[in-house]
């Protein structure tokens, strides 16, 4: 017992980090780019988003107007479930006619905006209204649950410690959404099958963001990512690729370049391609991709065969690696991909399997 709430406090802790206002605003641009209407007459929901300094509220609120948005809900979760022990209302609640000093501890917060209230003619920030939930503002509650029916575009970097069920959360209410998760999600059982068949797909921007730390001050992390079920210009942009003969003549890659061939697993019928840019654009055959390839991925260009790791290896049909190898290379893994160089066994970091579109 002592063991578990050590857990959930130190995920609660891991989960308290801040999405930055230009991070935000470039993903969102790009599904602008895409259709400048994709916002248009909807209804947002933020939901695991304390509106008092979410960049995401702050974001949707000011640009209100311009996206053309029909309503905002913004919801946050109470600092009491959030296990998180210095915690002092921010003045704006304090100051509030709807401050509550039992309130703020326990329940959730709800912001909206749909109304011009200062008469000004604009809806902007200054016409968010707010007061408390009935909970807590768990994402799971019935209570939420509604906010999220009569949504039709839900949009946060949820915790990342409830992730699966964030994801399955959204699948249950079909519903649009753009999210941040971590890079390592892609190879769970509830998201894998997600990607491979085209339901959701990565975002626009990539790579190592900074998020705020709620003591103030960043934090870097590199392997965070965008996961959406809108579409975008990005993923209709077929990779530039160089066929096999090229990619031996000019990778930049010395893995690749002045090699007669791309080495080939021992345990399934497939190609290792440890750098994206490194597909040939000739070869047919399955191919193995590290995930970054997902930020990548057309899918009028490629189809996504499967994961290879654990149980959704083996059910794609890996051979079990002969048991004599295991004394070399004591990493070796059933359901995971393994090639032979210089007759020592390796095995790649996850790999995705791959191959051309067959028109
Ligand atoms: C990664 S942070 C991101 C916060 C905000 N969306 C942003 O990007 O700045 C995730 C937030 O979800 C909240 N949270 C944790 N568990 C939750 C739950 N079950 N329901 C709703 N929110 C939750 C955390 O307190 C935390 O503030």
């Known amino acids: 017992m002592a063991n578990t709430n050590l857990a959930n406090a130190k995920n609660a802790k891991n989960d308290e980090f801040y999405t930055q206002y230009p991070d935000i605003q470039k993903e969102i641009n790009a599904y602008l780019e895409y259709d400048a209407d994709v916002f248009r007459g909807k209804t947002v929901l933020l939901p695991c988003d304390d509106p008092e300094w979410s960049n995401f509220t702050k974001f949707f ?5 311009l996206l053309g948005l029909k309503k905002l809900i913004s919801t946050s979760y109470a600092v009491e479930s959030k296990k998180i022990q210095e915690w002092k209302p921010t003045i704006f609640e304090t100051e509030s006619p709807y401050y509550d000093a039992d309130k703020s501890r326990t329940n959730g917060k709800i912001f909206i905006l749909d109304e011009d209230i200062n008469n000004d003619g604009r809806f902007n920030i200054n016409d968010l209204h707010w007061t ?3 909970g807590d503002g768990d994402f799971r509650s019935d209570e939420v649950k509604a906010l999220r029916d009569e949504a039709d575009i839900i949009i946060t970097n949820p915790p990342f410690s409830l992730f699966r069920e964030f994801v399955a959360w959204l699948m249950e209410a079909n519903k649009q959404f753009i999210i941040i998760g971590n890079m390592n999600a892609v190879s769970y059982k509830e998201v894998f099958p997600l990607l491979k068949d085209n339901v959701m797909w990565m975002g626009v921007s990539s790579g190592a963001r900074e998020y705020i730390k709620p003591e103030g001050g960043f934090m870097k992390m590199g392997n965070t990512c965008w996961y959406t079920n809108i579409d ?6 077929p990779l530039r690729l160089m066929t096999m003969a090229e990619n031996f003549k000019h990778s930049k890659h010395k893995e690749i370049r002045g090699k007669k061939e791309y080495i080939h ?3 399934y019928d ?3 391609v440890p750098f994206v840019d490194a597909i040939p654009s000739d070869y047919n055959g399955a191919m193995g991709l590290p995930k970054s390839f997902l930020e ?4 009028e260009q490629f189809e996504i065969i499967g994961i290879a790791e654990g149980d959704s290896g083996k059910e794609l049909g890996l051979k079990p690696f002969p048991r004599e190898l295991k004394k070399v290379n004591p990493s070796l893994r059933d359901g995971q991909l393994y090639y ?3 007759g ?3 095995k790649p970091f996850a790999r995705i399997l791959i191959r051309k579109k067959q028109s």
């Open 61 to 65: 609120a000011q640009n209100f107007e």
């Open 132 to 134: 408390y939930l009935e």
């Open 232 to 237: 975008h210009g990005r993923r209709h942009q």
């Open 265 to 267: 697993y021992e345990n």
């Open 270 to 272: 497939a190609i290792e």
């Open 296 to 299: 990548k991925y057309c899918p």
């Open 340 to 342: 032979l160089l210089d």
């Open 344 to 346: 020592y066994p390796i």
